[in-house]
């Protein structure tokens, strides 16, 4: 099984090599991060209104006991650095936001420095390899389009440029 996860992860990353919005696609192993899974990384340039760089990282979450599912994991990383003082409206964004979405969430890591998009995605293992492929790029796509159009509001509250109250007012009633 982590041979064909390995192999269909590196499908994706020849799927996305070409892609002119994707500046870098990059396989790495478990073994190269000292890791329990291997992770695609794609630098993805002039995201969103602001036109940032964010990283993406997808990989197959292990899992014990993972017979008939595996757990395709899409995490964006939307802003690093941020400042301890806009931790708290920051995180009030985010979870005000993430009620609306349709699909996965924003969150604030363990240590408070960093922003992030993420999603998993559930891909029966019985389906064959060119379904599994179609179930990651779909997975990507939503994982790299949803949050688009919210990195530079989000980013403003992390900057001290957007209110929360006023984050809060531009969502939907």
């Known amino acids: ?44 340039t002039d995201y969103g209104p602001g036109l940032i760089d964010v990283l993406a ?34 995180a009030g964004a985010a979870a005000r936001l993430n009620f609306f979405l349709p699909y996965g969430s924003f969150g604030i890591n363990p240590s408070g420095d960093t922003l992030a998009f993420k999603n998993v995605t559930l891909i029966k293992t019985a389906d064959p390899d060119k379904n599994v492929l179609e179930s990651m790029e779909l997975a990507v796509d ?6 688009e159009g919210y990195s530079e509001l989000l980013i403003g509250v992390a900057e001290g440029r957007v209110l929360l109250s006023d984050f809060i007012d531009s969502l939907p009633e």
């Open 1 to 44: 099984m982590e041979d064909r996860k390995l192999e269909l992860l590196k499908k994706l990353e020849k799927s996305f090599a070409d892609d002119p919005d994707i500046e870098e696609v990059s396989l790495f192993t478990k073994e190269e991060l000292n890791a329990p899974m291997d992770v695609l990384r794609m630098l993805v």
């Open 57 to 90: 990282e997808f990989s197959f979450i292990p899992f014990e006991g993972e017979a008939e599912v595996w757990y395709f994991s899409s995490v964006v990383t939307i802003k690093n650095n941020i400042p301890k003082d806009a931790v708290s409206a920051l």
């Open 142 to 147: 939503r994982a790299l389009f949803i949050p």
